[in-house]
């Protein structure tokens, strides 16, 4: 008897096993390294103070450029360092400007508080396009493989998620703060380019939550905790008649240290859950990134150096700043679909440095 044939199109008997469906290759991991040392970047950092001091700061802008190429430089990809392109020429142009506006801002309060107020509305009002323009310079001078990074402008989206989105916050009692967090977040992310490619951002409003609610119950509760344990040893030892009047200054400091490091604990594991949550849903074309930060890990980095910069009267800077980036290097893997070497390059614009001197000065955190 001959065997039956299968035509395409039929459907296939109940007892035949359909063909497995086909896997998609597992993506290449390529971890980020540092191959910074403490002891050699010392040399640069003392040298950069040095001559900081002699100049009155304007070799800052110098100074911050070789600072930055030594930790772009001993920080790899694939065995590929990463370049700063940065020249100290517009950084300086741009530290100047921003130092004058911001003195101009001290000084008002001298003479004018209506003037003072003017300022601030004014810095407040330009700061979404200082955003702006500060990540464009970044991503412009800073490349890999030969390709720059880029960051498209779009200052109506900068003003209403770094400016409108604040407005309704009183009215929820602030808990729209993580949405803002998220649509910031998503900003910045989705408009970097490598190369031709644009980076996404996979997470929603919802993924910021978790972050957040948690860390405001840790605060609610160790502020609870911290100030009934505060409340009945002040009530034991005045009871017993142990506190001198007036009480010796150390008196307060040894209640106040508890609670701020309980606040810089919660603060150390936020920094961790979010940095995971960006670079975690980040992806850019077929290429995804995984980011492992440990909050107790980041708390005992923090907390060790700021110990060692207090107890060295600053000098252990460099070595704190070291340590803090081989571990978040160590903690980022990209997990790459294919060659990152196929990305292709784009044409970018030169960008000035007065923003990214500005926003620097303010400490503005962009979260890239």
Request: contains cysteine; glycine residues 10%.
């Amino acid at each position: 008897m001959e065997d039956p044939v299968v035509t395409a199109g039929e459907p296939q008997s109940a007892g035949t096993p359909a063909p497995p469906a086909p896997s998609e290759p597992a993506p290449i991991e390529h971890p980020f390294e540092f191959h910074g040392d403490a002891r050699e970047y010392f040399r640069i950092w003392i040298v950069n103070l040095a001559l900081g001091i002699v100049t009155l700061g304007l070799y800052s802008a110098w100074a911050k450029v070789r600072s930055e190429r030594y930790f772009y430089g001993n920080t790899r990809l694939a065995g590929v360092p990463f370049e700063y392109l940065a020249q100290p020429w517009p950084i300086l142009k741009g530290r100047l400007i921003a130092v004058a506006l911001f003195g101009g801002y001290v000084l008002a309060g001298q003479f004018s508080v209506t003037l003072q107020l003017g300022l601030a509305a004014l810095i407040a009002v330009l700061m979404p396009w200082l955003l702006v323009r500060g990540a464009a310079f970044r991503a412009r001078y800073s490349s890999w493989r030969g390709l720059r990074f880029r960051f498209v402008t779009d200052y109506r989206q900068a003003y209403v998620r770094y400016l409108l989105l604040w407005a309704p916050l009183a009215l929820t009692l602030g808990l729209l703060f993580p949405y803002v967090k998220f649509k910031q977040k998503q900003f910045f992310v989705e408009r970097h380019r490598y190369g031709g490619s644009a980076f996404g951002f996979r997470a929603t409003g919802g993924d910021f939550y978790p972050p957040y609610l948690a860390a405001w119950g840790a605060l609610v509760a160790w502020a609870f905790v911290s100030s009934m344990l505060i409340g009945a040893f002040v009530f034991g030892v005045v009871l017993h008649g142990r506190v001198p009047t007036p009480p010796p200054a150390w008196f307060g400091y040894a209640f106040a240290l508890p609670m701020y490091l309980g606040y810089f604990a919660v603060w150390a594991f936020l920094s961790a859950a979010l940095a995971n949550l960006l670079y975690n849903r980040a992806e850019l074309g077929p290429h995804r990134f995984r980011s492992s930060l440990k909050g107790s890990r980041l708390f005992g980095l923090y907390l060790g150096n700021t110990l060692a910069i207090v107890c060295s009267a600053g000098l252990a800077i460099p070595w704190a700043k070291v340590r803090l980036a081989r571990y978040r290097a160590q903690s980022l893997t990209l997990l790459a679909g294919d060659d990152p070497a196929n990305l292709h390059a784009e044409a970018g614009e030169d960008i000035d440095a007065v923003a990214a001197e500005m926003d620097g000065l303010f400490d503005i955190d962009i979260g890239l």
